[in-house]
């Protein structure tokens, strides 16, 4: 049982309903903004090719289907999460002190090998908005205090910082995966769709 | 909690096990408002999985559809100065949530209901599966391994070179069974058992357990066409993915729901876990849910028996034992290191008690199921229930296999999973939809049935979960012009896609 380099990096998306978790996604992926999704209908996956350290990766992006809002996220959307992004709303402090309880519910139902090294990324979204409740230096502090968690300041409508942000969490989201390279954890894994699952000899016979 | 929750639905279901899920998505898919709720906090009902914690705790709560639970914790058969294993309670309990202990664990035939239902609907995109590593049998009290594919024969100690021949023929005539080139000869089968069919080819005693055991999984009763029919299931699942027939999902079965109501989710389903109900009434037009203080209206309701108001669960008679289960964790697989190679993987056994008229079935899972910690392994004995005592009803088939393969046991426990009987939800007066609670089946074929059927019954002329586009196919009107569509491609371009949606239709229904 080889090691196999993974090329696709799974990310997952959480916070508070409507602080643009699935704008941002779509920003970042389809450079589109719309105001008309109130709460997430339709949004499944994105998956965007990067380059990283002169590594091309896929990158697919896991949104949370709404699921979230009566928090109802099964654990089945945390496994094998490379990198997490929590996402709150400068205008909502609410959305802001909930991310203590968004990230121990990652560490509990994602149970990462290592839960002090997990890549976590927060994204302070709406920054376009007038009325701003949650300070930079706030938010700089709660970040710090969780490990260093990078943070940026993001506007999915202006599509400021998004690109930069998304660069971050992909970088740091491949050398989580290259750490769990060597501890090897599940290499012969199938999805059902993919062709190259078929074996490649010519042992298709039916006996 | 917020409770800005909706108040009329098309469609409440009630119970997130794999049948409830499976109808969620279909009516969500073609574009029904659903509600989906569960009094329980975590996802698949009685057919979810659990860490180690929950599971235990789990078995000191019965409820209607699970109970005898029991558990054991053995301390290492302790030869004093070499314990056997390091492990301890408090070690596998640190480790709780590595676990995922299923409470329904079931294997899919590669080619089987499951693997084509989430194919054709696209929900394989939120599962991902290990092919099974050894399809096993009990020979002599001994575990071997049944060869599945021609590699797999060519290379097999477990058998002598005139035997794989005659095990290929044979193969090979049921693989032709049914078509032009059918042997005549076993055409004067029909009506008989599969066994005096066997027996009449004169394959030898080891192949006939080899076929009745493993691969055509019967019984001595078992007619001539269920035994070809099963057969044939087995060897068009093979070759397809890795080197047996069969799937298991990463993570455990628990998994399996979850991705439905992910797609339900997807198109606009709401999800509500600890949510209960308190009372269900109806009137001509429509079904008024009462829970937590608020009244939910649907057109229509289906509902898990599990998760009936004890008002109503009455009308759909009685919860009777149905499956009898087992489940235990070792530091040591079963068998030797040929079926266990790097630490193992998963493999099947099919076991037979009380002169081959009663069966279980036996998954072992390693680490690399993703299901348990690395250095331990999951057994999952399953039988369907004939008493209300589990362990009783799995002690010959436990028997067969501690007795005479040393296995370090550390957790043992059972339980019973329960369901009313088909009759009584059939003939419920009341205008909710019951689904049938899980059955004892390799596969999901009941299941999937099950839900199927309830859907048309819902949604007579409806598609029942027809393929989910991938999001790069999904272009939202209106919203970026410039985005090609197929009519906007140039024609060779567009016959390429015409080629490539045909192909991919063709491997839906490949077999």
Redesign the interface.
Known sequence: ?ATRKKSLLKVIILGDSSVGKTSLMNQYV?K?F?NQYKAT???????KEVVVNDRVVTMQIWDT???E????L????Y??ADCCVLVYDVTAPNSFKNLDSWRDEFL?QA?PRDPEHFPFVVLGNKVDLDNRQVSTRRAQQWCQSKNDIPYYETSAKEGINVEMAFQTIAKNALEQEAEAELIND?P??????S?N???G?A????? | MSDDLPEEFDLIVIGTGFVESCVAAAASRIGKNVLHIDANDYYGDVWSSFSLEAFIKLLEQPSNSLRNGSYTWHKSTEQEEQPVTSWTRESLLEKSRRFSLDLSPRVAYCAGSLVQLLIQSNICRYAEFRSLDHVCMLYNEELVSVPCSRSDVFNTKTLTMVEKRLLMKFLTACNDYGEDKCNEDSLAFRGRTFLEYLQAQRVTEKIANCVMQAIAMCDANTSFETGMQRTQRFLGSLGRYGNTPFLFPMYGCGELPQCFCRLCAVYGGIYCLKRSVDDINWTDSELLVSSAGKTLRAKHLVCAPSQLPATLATHFGESEPRISRGLFITSKPLGNEELNKGGGGVNLLRLLAANGEREACLIQLSHYSGACPEGLYILHLTTPAISADPAADLADFAAQLFETHASQILLSAYFTIAAPAAEGIANADTPILCTAGPAYEQDYDAAIENARQIFSQLYANEEFLPRAPDPEEIVVDGEDPSALNEHSLPDDLRAQLQDLEQAAQHMDIAD
């Open positions: 049982m389809n589109r719309s209908i339709g949004a499944d996956f994105c998956t289907a709404g699921q809002r009566f928090q109802s099964g654990v089945a959307f496994r094998g509990i149970s599940f012969d894994q199938l999805r059902l769709n062709e699952n078929r074996p000899n042992d298709n016979c039916q006996c």
